[in-house]
């Protein structure tokens, strides 16, 4: 007996390590029960029973008259709890542990958990830095110019074709070429705030974001977020009853750090909210190609009736974030944007947008980017179940549908910004929550960054970062 539950807990523990390292993938199905049984010189009965195991731990799902499939979700732990803010405009604080954050995001001693940066390898970019030499050798002295500020006109035709396919109706007139999303938010904000104003955001947020409001001396309202379905529109339609709103600045979709998406249904209703009180919303789309499911949630402005949205995005997170190349869709406000751009900077860099341009209308894009999401899509899924095996119970972790990011919020009394030391110690980075709140919140939380390729010293990083959690949980109490 003791050596049958041997052999089916053994075989069991064969098919998940071939699912978490992305043998098999989440919705395929499983080897049959005939193949394995006879590939592991194991019974039937063993076989069946080891699958039996496998479907109560959520890996593999019978599907009736079909056998078993790679379940397409790791076993659930509960998602993160909607945040709950003040409901009130507060100033921008920005720890000090964001400038440590971004200082040992490139050091490559240390498990790389911390900054969402894609794995260089994934990211694939040589044939667009052989793009760039060419471009350099043949036409290097065309390139040597200033613009005018709205950029490279066959990168902005290329971006404006691409937007069409989820709805937006572009025109390269239409979008100014930025460096990197960072100033595209950045000009969108200038150009409808004034210092001393308030904007709406989602918390937790981007610590980018908040680095920005800080930067134009502007408030935040950290509006009460679901790890599902983004804002709550009820404080948001309080928020904007009892303030003066300057503008909101909301994720398309895959909000960073929790990955939420508004279904359609809710963005419209937020579109028709910020209309009615004559309030723009500045757009951050800079995930929406890292979909995993069939489609590519459409982005606020591709919905808008009334023309509130300021559309933001760039390629960094899909293929090259040291190009810095991003853009804005400004709307009506197109003009005060131009003037903003032309003044900071005059120009972007010529060269890198001609090799761009060259890259997206040359094709390969698209299958790089299936490739990108399939990737991304089996790291967040064996991050999760990494995570599953050894952080505390009682840890809640988010469960995007795009992106790469992981949200985790762990049991009190835990602070994130201590283990945040205790990590950098045993060699592993990861984001601590304080830096997602402008107001001090989420000590409890971290993000985990899934964007480098899976392999031993990844998984042994999570596995001891999990550790470390359950040690300091356990000297809290
Ligand atoms: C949500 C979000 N917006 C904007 C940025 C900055 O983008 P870029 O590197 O293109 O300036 C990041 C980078 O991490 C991000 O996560």
């Not at 990011?405 to 201590?418: D, F, I, K, R, Y």
Request: with cysteine; net charge positive; charged share 20%.
């Amino acid at each position: 007996m003791d050596q049958e539950n041997f052999r089916y807990e053994e075989l069991a523990r064969f098919i998940a390590a071939l699912v978490d390292r992305g043998t098999l993938v989440p919705g395929t199905r499983a080897p049959s029960l005939r193949s394995i049984s006879r590939d592991r010189k194991v019974s039937m009965a063993t076989a069946l029973q080891a699958y039996r195991l496998l479907e109560d731990r959520g890996v593999l799902q019978a599907r009736p008259q079909s056998g078993f499939y790679v379940a397409s979700r790791p076993p659930a732990r509960k998602p993160p709890t909607t945040s709950r803010p003040p409901a009130r405009a507060t100033a921008v604080s920005v720890p000090a542990v964001v400038v440590k954050l971004l200082e040992h995001a490139s050091d490559p001693n240390l498990v790389p958990l911390g900054c969402a940066i894609p794995d260089t390898n994934l990211l694939d970019a040589g044939r667009l830095d052989r793009l760039l030499a060419r471009t350099a050798r043949e036409r290097g002295g065309v390139y040597n110019i200033y613009t005018g500020p709205q950029g490279d006109l066959r990168l902005r035709r290329e971006i404006a074709r691409r937007a069409t396919r989820w709805g937006q109706a572009l025109s390269p007139d239409d979008l100014v070429i930025t460096v990197g999303c960072t100033e595209a938010l950045v000009l969108a904000l200038r150009a409808v705030t004034r210092p001393g104003d308030t904007v709406a955001i989602e918390s937790p947020t981007y610590f980018g974001l908040l680095h920005a409001l800080k930067a134009l001396d502007l408030k935040a309202l950290e509006l009460p977020t679901d790890a599902s379905e983004g804002i709550d529109l009820d404080p948001l339609q309080a928020a904007l009853s009892q303030n003066r709103i300057a503008a909101c600045l909301f994720a398309s979709s895959f909000n960073n750090p929790l990955g939420c998406t508004m279904p359609d249904t809710k963005k419209l209703a937020v579109l028709d909210l910020l209309a009615r009180h004559h309030v723009p919303l500045i757009e951050d789309d800079i995930y929406g190609d890292i979909y995993f499911g069939d489609e590519r949630p459409r982005p606020f402005m591709a919905l808008d009736r009334h023309g509130v949205t300021m559309y933001c995005s760039s390629f960094s997170k899909t293929v090259a974030p040291g190009y810095r190349i991003g853009w804005i869709a400004a709307g009506r406000h197109l003009p005060r944007v131009l003037d903003a751009k032309a003044a900071l900077t005059l120009c972007g860099s010529v060269l890198p947008q001609a090799a761009f341009g060259e890259f997206l209308a040359s094709g390969g894009y698209d299958s790089h980017l299936r490739r990108v999401r399939r990737v991304f899509a089996a790291n967040i899924e064996r991050m999760t179940r990494a995570i599953d095996r050894s952080f505390p119970a009682g840890t809640r972790v988010s469960c995007p549908a795009g992106g790469f990011v992981l949200w985790l919020e762990l049991p009190q009394p835990v602070n994130t910004g201590v283990l945040f030391q205790a990590a950098l110690d045993h060699g592993i980075c990861f984001a601590p929550g304080e830096v997602f709140s402008a107001s001090g919140r989420y000590a409890n939380c971290l993000r985990i960054s899934c964007g480098h390729s899976w392999d031993p010293w990844i998984e042994r990083g999570v596995t001891r970062l999990g550790a470390l959690a359950a040690e300091a949980l356990m000297s809290n109490r």
